[in-house]
């Protein structure tokens, strides 16, 4: 009787090994809590309908995400998904061999839920390597206490004239106009990205890297790097703050330590967490407004593209076989309503940003369906290298220590030996 009982537990030991015998790892940059109780509560209820599987999300924290993950990837410590800016990136990714081919994994019935240009953002040569999650879209936040207490009418600001005046008028005030995490750099390029999309328009990347006009030497780029220049030369951001990082200056915002702050729209969560009370300022202390037009740009069709993301998920080459079948779980529309209703993300999915109850959210949803093109952050969409000069180049011309011309010709460079 012993023996047969030893002899169950060992069974049923080897059964419980035998029903977790699939293990799907995920990799994403640290989420805010909301957003990471949800994948909790997905993680969780895919494995309940599907026991013989294991879902484990790791997290890593924005900057750190950014240099382990070339690593990983080349390692046999890859993961099975991780999250993507998508962008030539992704390209690079692909053409290495990294990425899966999923295309034959997705039905049309789940490709019908996205809209073609999100899908498109995940492919490469036809290929399609992930699936998109969220559009974001960089926009000034406002505090409207400090901007009122300045006599600054935010909804008055238009043009980048508009924007200088502001500032000037606002430190007049003994208001910090503009709290920025300079020392990670890409929070810079959010300037130097959308003055060049102003004064270029809508094609300005795309002509640059095809090598009209002089490439990333053209006019718009240089106008760009001259236009940042004159906000930089008014010391318009908080003392010390090449020394900050995206974090802390994203809490100082969120602290009243500064009248504005040009974010992506995901950062609504996160700056309260970041903040000293951990509740940040309330939302009828807050406004958003979008980039400043350039009173006369280079080009004329520049004034409705929006920045931002097509921020998604990329499938590793050697995936455990039940990956896509969980991504498509987890991008379902019901879930995709539910971060809508929590306020956690805008949603890329068909029909779900119906359920957004968040008026910032509403209005970047608003802003991106409007805008004539939406460009994907110069770090992500011109691929690692070249992406990292862009944010070298901004950080060097908000110190002045580059020119504007010098700045298009680093970048140009980095282009062509990328």
């Known amino acids: 009787m012993k023996v047969m009982s030893t002899a169950l537990v060992a069974i049923a030991a080897w059964s419980g090994t035998a029903l977790a015998q699939e293990e799907i790892r995920v990799l994403r940059v640290q989420p805010s809590d909301p957003e990471q109780a949800f994948y909790e509560r997905a993680e969780a209820a895919y494995e309940a309908q599907n026991p013989g599987v294991d879902v484990v999300f790791e997290y890593i924290a924005n900057e750190a995400y950014k240099s382990k993950l070339p690593t990983l990837l080349q390692s046999n410590a890859r993961p099975d998904i991780f999250y993507s800016w998508g962008g030539q990136t992704l390209v690079e990714q692909a053409e290495a061999g990294f990425l899966k081919d999923i295309s034959g994994e997705i039905t049309e019935e789940v490709r019908a839920t996205f809209p073609e240009a ?30 009122e207490q300045a006599g600054v009418d935010h909804t008055a600001i238009k043009t980048w004239d508009d924007l200088l005046a502001a500032v000037q008028t606002m430190k007049d005030a003994g208001v910090t106009p503009i709290v920025v ?24 990347v795309t002509a640059a890297m095809e090598g ?6 053209a006019e718009p780029f240089i106008a760009a790097g001259a236009d940042f220049q004159k906000l930089t030369d008014l010391e318009p951001f908080q003392p010390g703050f090449m020394g900050t990082t995206y974090e802390t200056a994203s809490g100082m915002f969120a602290d009243g330590k500064g009248a504005l702050h040009l974010m992506g729209d995901w950062d609504y969560l996160p700056m309260r967490g970041r903040s000293q009370s951990g509740e940040g300022l309330p939302d009828e202390q807050l406004a958003i407004i979008s980039f400043p037009a350039v009173a006369d740009p280079v080009s004329e069709d520049g004034d409705n593209v929006t920045l931002g993301g097509m921020n998604g998920w990329a499938v590793t080459s050697d995936a455990a076989p039940g990956t896509v079948d969980f991504l498509t779980f987890l ?52 691929g690692a290298s070249v992406g990292a000069t862009v944010n070298d180049i901004s950080a060097d011309l908000a110190q002045g220590a580059i020119t504007p011309e010098d700045a298009a010709a680093q970048v140009q460079e980095a282009w062509e030996f990328r």
């Open 118 to 147: 999100a899908l498109t953002a995940y492919s490469v040569d036809g290929a399609l390597h992930g699936l998109p999650l969220y559009a974001t879209e960089v926009v000034f936040w406002v505090n409207t206490a400090l901007t």
């Open 181 to 204: 995490g300079g020392q990670d750099k890409w929070p810079l390029h959010f300037y130097w990205s959308y003055l060049a999309l102003r004064e270029g328009g809508a094609d300005v």
């Open 212 to 217: 009209a006009d002089g490439g990333f030497e």
């Open 331 to 382: 991008l379902n529309r019901d879930h995709q309503e539910e971060v809508a209703r929590e306020g956690i993300f805008i949603p890329i999915v068909k029909g779900a940003e119906q359920a957004l109850e968040n008026p910032f959210f509403q209005q970047v949803a608003q802003d991106i369906a409007a805008s004539s093109y939406h460009q994907i952050f110069l770090d992500q969409f011109l």
